[in-house]
Antibody, heavy 118, light 108 residues
Framework: QVQLQESGPGLVKPSETLSLTCAVS?????????WGWIRQSPGKGPQWIGS???????YYHPSLKSRVTMLVDTSKNQFSLNLTSVTAADTAVYYC???????????WGQGTLVTVSS | EIVMTQSPATLSVSPGERATLSCRAS??????LAWYQQKPGQAPRLLIY???TRATGIPARFSGSGSGTEFTLTISSLQSEDFAVYYC??????????FGQGTKVEIK
């Protein structure tokens, strides 16, 4: 059973860096899938942030590219998201997910709410 | 960026009735369109990909159709567990994936 679990601070101050980790269980992170981050602001549709392959190759949404960094830790079977210079507009539920190539994500984490506020 | 427009925003349906949800893309997707179901406090669940292929474990009452820019999700006979928000998702333009704003299916 593939499981993904997000973790990280639920509150981040404006201008600081949002950092989240996604722990993967039941599946090896090096087994050919991509691992992505998606966020959802209250009452809105999901927004794709980007994805990473186990080799370290990354693909970011252009609107966030200047502020996003994703890393993979194969020894811990997890991957991470850093989003710098956050504002209130970055307040959202953040999900991690798995997808195969350019196919849509099939497994998602439960999501973690991150609020940007002083 | 491909804009996905879903209609209606809210659909009121009685249990046992058919629900038809629409999704329009601002440019052609071929068949690279997926549908997700989301219940409150839960992650989205993949229902349909390739516009019409049901994901593993999805009941046959869910069906998808369409290609190009016009797509439809049909729930043939609504069950109590089907009342949720449904999102369409285009994956034609990797990595510039986008989602629709959702259709809420509520009990009439």
């Amino acid at each position: 059973q593939v499981q993904l679990q997000e973790s990280g601070p639920g509150l981040v101050k404006p201008s600081e860096t949002l950092s989240l980790t996604c722990a993967v269980s039941g599946y090896s992170i090096i087994s050919g899938y991509y691992w992505g981050w998606i966020r959802q602001s209250p009452g809105k549709g999901p927004q794709w942030i980007g994805s990473i392959f186990h080799s370290g190759s990354t693909y970011y949404h252009p609107s966030l590219k200047s502020r996003v960094t994703m890393l993979v830790d194969t020894s811990k079977n997890q991957f991470s998201l850093n989003l710098t210079s956050v504002t209130a507009a970055d307040t959202a539920v953040y999900y991690c997910a798995r997808h195969y190539g350019d196919y849509p994500p099939d497994y998602w984490g439960q999501g973690t709410l991150v609020t940007v506020s002083s | 960026e491909i804009v996905m427009t879903q209609s209606p925003a809210t659909l009121s349906v009685s249990p046992g009735e058919r629900a038809t949800l629409s999704c329009r893309a601002s440019q052609s997707l071929s068949s690279n369109l997926a549908w997700y179901q989301q219940k409150p406090g839960q992650a989205p669940r993949l229902l349909i990909y390739g516009a019409s292929t049901r994901a593993t474990g999805i009941p046959a009452r869910f069906s998808g159709s369409g290609s190009g820019t016009e797509f439809t999700l049909t729930i043939s006979s609504l069950q109590s567990e089907d009342f949720a928000v449904y999102y369409c998702h285009q994956y034609n333009n990797w990595p510039l994936w986008t989602f629709g704003q959702g259709t809420k299916v509520e009990i009439k």
